[in-house]
């Protein structure tokens, strides 16, 4: 990993993928792709009501072609998408209060399976690591865990209440089966099941009171070693929070979470999507049209880690950006989804 | 609609002659064409629920919308009728339908009621920006319905 400077690096436009008739709010690369030979996909979906399946043309090129649509499902916005860590099923959460499942069925993809439960527009579904479990919020205010059985079968194992808000996403841990969830109320709440009573509940909530935001937060991310998470929010900041890992994965589920950073005066517009790449950059995607980088900085005090503004691209969509995902494979490409309806494919180079 | 009305007894302006004004049209910029383009678009929006427009319920005025053609931000302000509307953010979903292709699309609307013109500013003000619930709002056939009705009874 070579040593980042502020000055030598710049995103370049590899690719702008066109077909979505209205805005794009999520993305998901496929894990099990690009790299091995296997041709990257990455899934989009969108207020027309689809998701897109865009696959790289060959592994040595980086040209996508849209190989799939997958229509008259949902009937209205689908607001987030996410493949199970096998890569075989794709889970799609919609404002029609359903989460689909589709599987890839020759050269087609099939719905499968279709979550029933929530009272109103699902916002965001995440696998566990393992890919056993399924996570989906509501403005409902509620998150359902679902259990996946054999037989394309998904269970509702519990209901969890807490937030007194809509609640924009959740997000699984990297490494343990601890939850995260970000909302409208501005915390963010932490779940984890009761080893006595195999019962899930919130352990802890960052508020503002902890150093919390004090606005909506938006979304949430992981670096890949899972002892950092980082948050963005309407309040215009992002926060980078750390945990004892050892701790967390000993099994300890009150292991708590600490506010290590706060970034501010980058942003000033709110900040729909951060996500944290495995080389360890953070890109943020906003409503003010541009994308940032940030990356940790070599000067940092005895009081913990600080992270510098390394790149900012602005007017990279014509209109807000709601969401920014890194490639999984270290090929240093990050994918930007837009207001405008496009999705961009970038590539982060060195200027040397 | 709902059977009892919020406020039964609301204060009714004359309604206001259209304003062609000279000076202006001599500046000829975009910000100018765009700000009195807007406030025409938005003065004759139906109030939720009185036969009356927005203008003559005194909730928008021209001092109401403000342009920054530089940064590309629209501020509109807005004064409901009294401290506990609810129907605040039905009129915060009027004013954003309405002026949809009125602006460039990287052009960003903020909506916010005026100061100290409603008992819970801050929720209000949070709602009538947070993009995804507006989408989702939008998607609702019954908002939609009664966005509508405000928006197309001003044109007959």
């Not at chain 1, 696959?55 to 072609?65: A, E, H, T």
């Not at chain 2, 500046?27 to 678009?41: A, D, G, H, K």
Request: net charge negative.
């Amino acid at each position: 990993m070579p040593l980042l400077e502020e000055e030598a690096l710049k995103l370049s436009e590899v690719q702008r993928l066109e077909g979505h008739t209205d805005r794009v709010w999520g993305l998901a690369w496929n894990p099990a792709t690009g790299a091995d030979g296997v041709p990257a996909i990455l899934a989009s979906c969108s207020g027309d009501k689809t998701v897109r399946i865009w696959q790289q043309r060959s592994p040595s090129s980086i040209s996508f072609d849209c190989k799939a649509v997958l229509e008259d499902r949902h009937d209205r916005t689908v607001r987030s998408c996410a493949w199970s860590p096998s890569g075989k099923q794709l889970a799609t959460a919609s404002f029609d209060a359903t989460t689909a499942i589709w599987e890839e069925n020759g050269s087609d993809f099939e719905c499968v399976s279709t979550l029933e439960g929530h009272e109103n527009e699902v916002k965001s579904v995440s696998w566990n690591a393992s890919g056993s479990l399924l996570a989906t919020c509501s403005r409902d205010k509620c998150v359902w865990i679902w259990e996946v059985l054999p037989g394309n079968e998904f269970d509702c194992v519990s209901v969890l209440t807490g937030h007194t808000q809509d609640v924009k996403m959740v997000q699984w841990h990297p490494t343990v089966d601890v939850l995260f969830s970000c909302s409208y109320d501005n915390t963010i709440k932490v779940w984890a099941e009761d080893g006595d009573s195999d019962d899930w509940r919130c352990v802890q909530t960052l508020s503002e009171s902890n150093s919390g935001h004090t606005s909506t937060v938006w979304a949430l991310s992981f670096n890949v070693t899972g002892d950092n998470m980082v948050t963005c929010s309407d309040d215009l900041t992002i926060k980078v929070w750390g945990v004892d890992i050892i701790r967390l994965q000993s099994g300890d589920i009150n292991a708590s979470w600490c506010h290590l950073c706060t970034m501010s005066g980058y942003h000033d517009r709110t900040i729909f999507s951060v996500h944290w790449s495995r080389e360890g950059i953070i890109a943020t995607g906003a409503a003010d049209d541009a994308i940032r980088l940030f990356g940790e900085s070599e000067d940092h005090s005895a009081d913990g880690p600080s992270y510098k503004l390394l790149l900012k691209k602005e007017k990279a969509h014509a209109m807000d950006i709601n969401s920014v995902q890194w490639s999984p494979t270290g090929n240093m490409l990050l994918a930007s989804a837009s207001d405008d309806g496009t999705i961009k494919i970038w590539k982060l180079e060195s200027m040397q | 609609m709902t059977l009892g009305l919020i406020n039964a007894n609301p204060i009714v302006r004359e309604k206001k002659e259209r304003i062609t004004r000279p000076d202006l049209q001599f500046l000829f910029s975009v910000y100018t064409n765009l700000l009195v383009r807007s406030i025409n678009i938005v003065r004759d929006i139906r109030d939720p629920e009185h036969p009356y427009s927005l203008e003559q319920l005194s909730v928008l005025s021209e001092e109401s919308i403000t342009v920054d053609e530089k940064l590309g931000r629209i501020l509109i302000t807005f004064t409901p009728t009294i401290q506990h509307c609810s129907m605040a953010t039905v009129i915060g979903l009027c004013l954003r339908v309405k002026l949809k292709d009125c602006f460039p699309p990287h052009f960003k609307v903020d909506i916010k009621v005026a100061p100290g013109s409603h008992a819970d500013e801050e929720a209000v003000n949070k709602q009538l920006n947070d993009k995804e619930r507006i989408v989702a709002a939008m998607e609702n056939p019954n908002l939609r319905q009664l966005v509508d009705e405000c928006l197309y009874s001003s044109e007959l």
